[in-house]
């Protein structure tokens, strides 16, 4: 999906070039040593329905894969003398770093509220994609105002797709190969959750109570996730994720129509209508 948006970003707005297919594969090569990363920092044992790295290899052979394929993807743009890529791509890991560790901060005390979670997906996933589309621009030689719009632009689309991937954790049954309430086993409020909780009554109050000191037991993950529905987490988080969906068809709306705006629009759609 990733060096779609690359490719897409860069039609649209010029002549794909060996700069754009490089920007490409940089950002391919990155996002996946950031997914080796995460799994490890999350200790998860599974992605996308199979065994993570960390699971068959242990996490140092994990970190080290991670950080080989993140020194590859740098080595590709400098060999290539594409220094301003690498400078948007740096400014992402360095957003997604810091999301991260945000979101670690927050969920030990599990006093996270709905601005701090936009701001940690603003970090930690949308400024990867953001990435995407203002390389895409600066591939074709687009001026800095137009890459930054771009950047924009991206980061709409990551913010919905973040909201997405955290809906799938309140499925009854995983459809993306991750465990049904994982976020939730991991102290991670999510905006469905933290919707959900913000009635602050007593109910709630128990709620927050099971996700702090009995989130493990499968009963009370269940009791959580239809707490989240009966309180209108889901519907709330999904009116959310359209906003920001709409945010970046309006930054493309004035391009003129054409195939690879038609592509994108469907590229966009896919991220708030994928069922993985």
């Known amino acids: 999906m990733r060096p779609m948006f ?27 040593a950031s997914l080796i990363h995460d799994d490890v920092v999350d200790e ?3 992605r996308r329905g199979f065994l993570s790295i960390n699971a068959i290899w242990k996490s140092k052979i994990a970190v080290l894969l991670g950080d080989y394929l993140l020194s590859r993807g740098m080595l590709l743009a400098v060999d290539n003398k594409e220094y301003e890529l690498l400078k948007i791509v740096s400014k992402a890991v360095k957003e997604m770093s810091e999301g991260e560790l945000l979101q670690i901060q927050k969920s030990r005390k599990l006093n996270i509220t709905e601005e ?3 701001e940690i997906i603003r970090k930690k996933t949308a400024a990867l994609i953001a990435s995407c589309t203002a390389c895409g621009a600066k591939s074709v ?11 924009q632009f991206g980061e709409y689309i990551g913010m919905a797709f973040q909201i997405k991937d955290d809906l799938f954790d309140y499925q009854h049954k995983s459809i993306i190969g991750k465990p049904v309430g994982n ?6 409020l999510t905006l469905p959750l933290i919707y959900a909780l913000s009635n602050n009554n007593s109910e709630s109050k128990r709620i927050l109570n099971l996700v702090k000191n009995n989130r493990k037991k499968s009963r009370n993950i269940k009791e959580v996730i239809d707490y989240v529905k009966r309180s209108g987490g889901i519907e709330y988080s999904t009116d959310r994720m359209i906003e920001y969906k709409n945010k ?9 129509d054409s195939d690879i705006k038609e592509s994108l629009i469907s590229l966009i759609d896919f991220v708030t209508l994928r069922t993985s």
Request: avoid cysteine.
């Open 6 to 32: 690359v490719i897409l970003t860069a039609k649209l707005l010029g002549d794909i070039n060996s700069s754009t297919y490089i920007a490409a594969s940089l950002i391919e090569i990155l996002h996946t």
């Open 248 to 256: 970046a068809l309006d930054v493309i709306q004035d391009y003129p």
């Open 141 to 151: 030689n687009s001026d800095d105002e137009t890459v930054e719009k771009m950047w």
């Open 116 to 118: 701090q979670y936009y």
């Open 44 to 46: 998860s044992h599974e």
């Open 183 to 188: 976020d939730i086993k991991e102290k991670k």
